[in-house]
């Protein structure tokens, strides 16, 4: 969902800059501009983390934007999408379009040889699942790890500390599906 419009009204009417908005949200001031260009979506965390800075309900980001109910929504290999830096060893591409109108929020996971993501934690009642497409990886969920290879799969609670780590001689290809926390 295409926010730019609202959030640049929403950031004017408190008379605060890219910048400001950057420091107080912890979104890159480039996703912001992004954003406010429609050039990308965001996610559904620096929107909660934009609605916060701006000191609004995130439903405010929201209002007044048409909601297109497409029952399908298919993303062929020309589609374009956004390659997003997870680390400085991984990346991630969202596989879908719309994300905060979604129950589920596929991702492409690219980590490099001897590559981890960042330590996540999400809101309670979040899931995740993933399926390694290729490569052997290593997640740490809480005080466990669990050893991974090409087509296991793993499904946890996803507010518990985790990050995947790369533990294969060439780049892992992990698809991740959470279930994103709808506010």
Do not use: W
Not at 14 to 19: A, D, F, H
């Amino acid at each position: 969902m295409y926010i730019g419009k609202r959030l640049k009204e929403l950031r004017a009417a408190r008379g605060m800059s890219l910048s400001s908005l950057a420091e107080k949200s912890g979104v890159q001031i480039a996703t912001l501009s992004r954003i406010e260009h429609l050039k990308m979506t965001g996610t559904l965390e620096s929107h909660m983390n934009i609605a916060k800075a701006l000191d609004i309900d995130i439903t405010q980001l929201y209002t007044g934007i048409i909601k297109e109910e497409d029952k399908v929504d298919l993303r062929t290999a020309k589609s374009a999408t956004d390659v997003f830096v997870h680390s400085d060893k991984s990346s991630y591409e969202i596989l879908t379009s719309k994300v905060s109108s979604k129950k589920m929020m596929p991702i492409l996971l690219k980590i490099d040889p001897a590559g981890k993501t960042k330590g996540e934690k999400e809101q309670g009642g979040t899931e995740k699942f993933i399926f390694v497409l290729e490569g052997k990886i290593e997640a740490r969920i809480g005080k466990e790890a669990y050893s991974l290879s090409k087509y296991n799969t793993l499904y946890f609670d996803a507010s518990l500390e985790h990050y995947l780590v790369n533990k294969g001689k060439s780049t892992a290809k992990v698809l991740c599906v959470t279930t994103p926390v709808h506010l």
